[in-house]
């Protein structure tokens, strides 16, 4: 498999040549349709997963049984990367919103490679970082911004993981991520059709005006994805001296 040439992925393809052969004969590829689940709340993780195309959510299940997504993930990012710090059963559940691909890697081996490369430590340690983040700004922007300042964003979000600009999204979906009733998305998506942000609707595929989209949304789009671009430019520059070397730490 030529992986450094055909990786996919943001996190492994910032990786030297050296640090990723650690890996490289344990990953296979698979691919998951859109809905399929690749770890539920409170399964052990077994597997980490690096996403190469698709998008996947990571939802809470609320003890009423509503379901809200926390985060979203593309190719930039991994599942059950925190395993690498101690063994550990996953808290959300990672569910495909869009279909995909990933190189799926057995947690023991990541964990062993993680004590032994410096680069692969910096690396999902970065990874980490900007998803709690992200979680952090998800929970303020919950609190204080309208549903349609957050429709936007999170349309945004998935317009910039979809290869073709086609956004593909169910009812259920979009109320997860706005964590609204469908009725309130039904409303919320009317009044961005209202004002241009969403051009058509057709067999369930959303063609989105990107510009005006990103006039609605919220602040929270914009300097996330700023602060989340300078960490990554700054720590996963490829073929820094200082990302590679085993047994750094």
């Known amino acids: 498999m030529a992986l450094q040439t055909s990786l996919g ?4 393809a910032a990786l030297p040549p050296a640090d990723l052969n ?3 004969p344990h990953i296979q590829k698979i691919s998951f349709e859109s ?4 770890v539920r709340t409170g399964d052990e993780l077994k597997q980490a997963y690096f996403p190469i195309s698709g998008i ?3 939802l809470v299940e609320m003890s009423d049984g509503h379901i809200v997504a926390s985060t979203l993930m593309g190719s930039e990012g991994a599942v059950g990367a925190l395993s690498v710090l101690s063994p550990s059963h996953s808290p959300v559940t990672a569910t495909a919103y869009v279909a995909g691909a990933a190189l799926q890697v057995p947690v023991l081996r990541l964990q062993q490679a993680f004590e032994q490369s410096g680069a692969i430590k910096r690396v999902l340690r970065l990874h980490l970082r900007t998803q709690l983040l ?6 303020a ?3 204080v911004h309208s549903a349609e300042c957050r429709m936007a964003r999170w349309l945004l979000e998935i317009h910039d993981r979809v290869a073709n600009g086609e956004i593909r999204l169910t009812q259920e979906a979009l109320a997860q991520l706005i964590g609204v009733r ?10 961005l059709r209202e004002i241009g942000c969403i051009i058509s609707e057709r067999r369930g595929v959303l063609e989105v005006h990107r510009t005006r989209l990103e006039h609605v949304a919220c602040e ?3 300097v996330m994805r700023q602060r989340i671009k300078r960490m990554y430019d700054e720590e996963l520059t490829m073929g820094s001296p200082n990302v590679s070397h085993h047994r750094s730490e």
Not at 134 to 139: D, G, P
Not at 182 to 191: A, C, E, I, N
Request: charged content about 10%.
């Open 9 to 12: 992925n943001g996190l492994l």
């Open 22 to 24: 650690l890996l490289e």
């Open 35 to 38: 809905h399929a689940v690749l």
């Open 56 to 58: 996947l959510a990571f």
């Open 134 to 139: 992200q979680l952090q700004n998800v929970a």
């Open 141 to 143: 922007c919950n609190a």
């Open 182 to 191: 469908r009725t309130t998305v039904t409303l919320t998506m009317r009044k």
């Open 220 to 222: 929270c789009y914009g």
